[in-house]
């Protein structure tokens, strides 16, 4: 059974700081997501990674993978209010021929001013 | 227009109705999925379709069924809900056949569930 843990749960940063969320996963996986949740909203897709070693840059987050380790990360760079969501991870698993989703809990990020 | 779409958003019962979520998409995706999410818990697979043809149960399948009508329509059904269902439930699409074979999941506005 795949388990994806993402630290921390809960973040609370000031604006303009650097902070790291991570996700750790069990088994073997072959694409890595990362989405962001607005209280009371729906999902929405921030980054796909596909490989080792795969970085993807928006704005100021950066996603990045290391299949060996079985760890990404999300790293926020200067904070500011409006990155103020939820995050969460979710690894693609393949079970036989089938393809599902397992999600981290997410980190509730709150900025403050 | 929203590209997945849930009805209803907001929908208050009681214990032992049964009670049906539609999901819809004009996105053309061929894969798509019905999740429940709990605070603390993230987000938990209940059924997943890979086409009209095809259903199979998720995580947390128990107490739940749903119906594939069409490639772009599918329903997730709580025959008798119970309070322990209550819950923000999300649909969400994806395209397998998407040219950088991501399968990205699109995920809809939700419906937020109350089982009295």
């Known amino acids: 059974e795949l388990k994806v843990e993402q630290n921390p749960l809960f973040l609370s940063m000031q604006e303009g700081k650097n902070y790291t969320i991570y996700c750790n996963y069990s088994?073997?996986?072959?694409?890595l997501y990362w989405y962001r949740q607005d209280p009371g909203k729906s999902l929405e897709s921030l980054f796909v990674?596909?490989?080792?070693?795969a970085v993807k840059q928006e704005g100021r987050l950066m996603a990045s993978l290391d299949t060996k380790a079985r760890l990404s990360t999300l790293h926020i760079t200067a904070a500011v209010h409006d990155l103020s969501a939820t995050y969460f991870c979710?690894?693609?698993?393949?079970?036989?021929?089938?393809?599902?989703?397992?999600f981290g809990k997410g980190t509730l990020l709150t900025v403050n001013p | 227009d929203a590209d997945v779409t849930q009805t209803p958003r907001n929908r208050i019962t009681k214990t032992g109705k049964r009670i049906m979520l539609e999901c819809s998409q004009t996105?053309?995706?061929?894969?798509m999925y019905w999740y429940r999410q709990d605070p603390g818990l993230g987000l938990r697979l209940i059924y997943y379709?890979?086409?009209?043809?095809?259903?199979n149960k998720g995580e947390i399948s128990d107490g739940y069924s749903v119906s594939r009508q069409a490639q772009a329509k599918f329903s997730l059904s709580l025959e008798s809900a119970i309070p322990n269902q209550t819950a923000l439930y999300f649909c969400?699409?994806?395209?397998?056949?998407?040219?950088?074979?991501?399968?990205?999941?699109?995920f809809g506005p939700g419906t937020r569930l109350t089982v009295l």
């Open positions: 990674l596909l490989s080792n070693g």
């Open positions: 979710a690894v693609r698993y393949s079970g036989g021929s089938n393809y599902k989703l397992t």
């Open positions: 996105k053309g995706h061929d894969r």
């Open positions: 379709s890979f086409d009209v043809k095809d259903i």
């Open positions: 088994t073997t996986s072959d694409r």
């Open positions: 969400a699409t994806s395209d397998s056949l998407a040219g950088v074979m991501t399968d990205t999941q699109y």
